[in-house]
Nanobody
Framework: QEKLVESGGDLVQPGGSLRLSCVAS??????????MKWYRQTPGKERELVAT???????IYANSVKGRFTISRDNAKNTLYLQMNSLKVEDTAVYYC???????WGQGTQVTVSS
């Protein structure tokens, strides 16, 4: 059974930084085989795709976070990361990770950007 555990969310001031982590387990194939994605969601809105990293390390970002966020992965640790810099109030959301083509979501981690 697939399991994804996100962590690293916190309350931070505008302009600050956070690094989110997502530990994956239970995949049918090796973690390194899959593309991985970060989504975020605010109350009353649909989940928004933030960033994707392919199995070969290519990355794709939403325009709203391009140049500020960096997605990366450590295949030896089955862990996905999201480095978030220059945070804005509008980045406030619950952040989730998921594998490409998957349908199992973790509990998410809350990021709040506020002064």
């Amino acid at each position: 059974q697939e399991k994804l555990v996100e962590s690293g969310g916190d309350l931070v001031q505008p302009g600050g930084s956070l690094r989110l982590s997502c530990v994956a387990s239970g995949f049918t194939f090796s973690f390194s085989y899959y593309a991985m994605k970060w989504y975020r969601q605010t109350p009353g809105k649909e989940r928004e795709l933030v960033a994707t990293i392919t199995s070969t390390g290519n990355t794709i970002y939403a325009n709203s976070v391009k140049g500020r966020f960096t997605i990366s992965r450590d295949n030896a640790k089955n862990t996905l990361y999201l480095q978030m810099n220059s945070l804005k109030v509008e980045d406030t959301a619950v952040y989730y990770c998921i594998r490409g083509g998957g349908n199992s979501w973790g509990q998410g981690t809350q990021v709040t950007v506020s002064s």
